[in-house]
């Protein structure tokens, strides 16, 4: 298991994650350490305290703030057409269930006169929608299974010494 301090966290989670959906600044941070959203381990002198965070803290905080943002992007899609200057395009959510097609299938259609040129130009930009959520959905289960892949090498090396302990116990038992 890998430990960052403060500022390579920030590092770390900006190459993770990307750099806009992450905190830019290591008052963010300070500041989730202190409301205890990012656990610590504290190490060095007394003097002069400094803060380790480890890798699977670190990636917990990260699906966090990305589910919270998911949440308030989700709920200010909803009212997008409710404020003061009127209402704005709002660009509907494409679902998992419909299907891609590739750039090349969509060009033939278009060289062989199925769709004109603006219709052709609408569809670009929807297929294009489409596959950014499919990017978007697939980078979300990667962080997911990787997340699921740490926590599950931890539970193995937690019954690993367990058994080591059990094992020792029974070995000072059998006289």
């Known amino acids: 298991m890998k430990f960052y301090t403060i500022p ?3 590092t ?6 990307g750099a806009n959906r992450m905190p830019s600044s290591l008052e963010t941070l300070r500041r989730a350490v202190r409301t205890g959203d990012l656990l610590v381990q504290e190490e060095g002198d007394p003097g002069r305290k400094g803060y380790t965070i480890s890798e699977v803290d670190l990636r917990a ?23 003061v200057g009127g209402p704005r395009e709002v660009v509907p959510e494409i ?3 419909q299907e891609t097609k590739k750039f090349h299938e969509l060009y033939a259609q278009f060289l062989n006169g199925e769709m004109d040129e603006q219709s052709y130009s609408l569809a670009l930009y929807r297929e294009k929608s489409k596959w950014e959520t499919t990017l978007r959905n697939k980078k979300e289960q990667l962080i997911n299974l990787t997340s699921l892949v740490e926590s599950l090498k931890n539970e193995i090396l937690d019954c690993e010494a367990n058994i080591a302990d059990y094992q020792e116990g029974i070995n000072k038992a059998a006289f």
């Open 95 to 97: 679902p998992e269930e």
């Open 12 to 17: 770390f989670l900006a190459k993770e994650y």
């Open 61 to 83: 905080y990260a699906k966090k703030r990305l589910s919270r943002m998911e949440r308030r992007s989700t709920s200010s899609s909803k009212t997008a057409g409710n404020y």
């Open 8 to 10: 390579e966290a920030l």
